[in-house]
């Protein structure tokens, strides 16, 4: 016989929103193949599945209080993952004729700059160290 103790529950409500970035990072190579098959129905629902997940996850994050530092960071690279692969493809199967390169490239630099701003000060003003 299985019993769920209330803790589990809470240890598992505030699990679901870290799993929903890392169900994002899942869902991005299939994106990505998609784009290269030019199979756009597919890939366009499954990128608004994706983005979806982006907002369920601080969503829930917020609503359960279950934010972690585990959970801001994976959300940040799920993020950047799914914009960077998702325009990288689209330009390699059309080329300037969709996506102009200067556009990836700011957006490649826009990513970049972000996650690095983010890890700078994450780093410089967290409370807490990870090694002593």
């Given at each position: 016989?299985?019993?769920?103790?209330e803790s589990d529950?809470?240890?598992i409500?505030a699990?679901?929103?870290s799993?929903?970035?890392?169900?994002r990072?899942?869902l991005?190579?299939i994106?990505?193949?998609?784009?290269?098959?030019?199979?756009?129905?597919?890939?366009?629902?499954?990128?608004?599945?994706?983005s979806f997940?982006?907002?369920?996850?601080?969503?829930?994050?917020?609503?359960?209080?279950?934010?972690?530092?585990?959970g801001?960071?994976?959300?940040?690279?799920?993020d950047k993952i799914?914009?960077?692969?998702s325009?990288?493809?689209?330009?390699?199967?059309?080329?300037?004729?969709?996506?102009?390169a200067?556009?990836?490239?700011?957006?490649?630099?826009?990513?970049?700059?972000?996650?690095?701003?983010?890890?700078?000060?994450?780093?410089?003003?967290?409370?807490t160290?990870?090694v002593?």
């Open positions: 016989m299985f019993f769920v103790i529950f809470y240890m409500q699990a679901i929103p799993l929903l970035s890392i169900l990072i899942i991005t190579p994106v990505v193949v998609s784009i290269f098959k030019e199979e756009w129905i597919y890939a366009s629902s499954l990128f608004a599945l994706a997940t982006d907002f369920l996850d601080g969503f829930l994050a917020r609503r359960f209080g279950s934010s972690s530092r585990f801001a960071c994976i959300d940040v690279i799920a799914l914009m960077v692969s325009f990288g493809a689209m330009y390699f199967v059309y080329g300037e004729n969709l996506i102009p200067w556009f990836l490239y700011f957006l490649i630099l826009r990513e970049a700059a972000i996650l690095f701003g983010g890890v700078i000060i994450f780093t410089k003003f967290s409370t160290r990870l002593k």
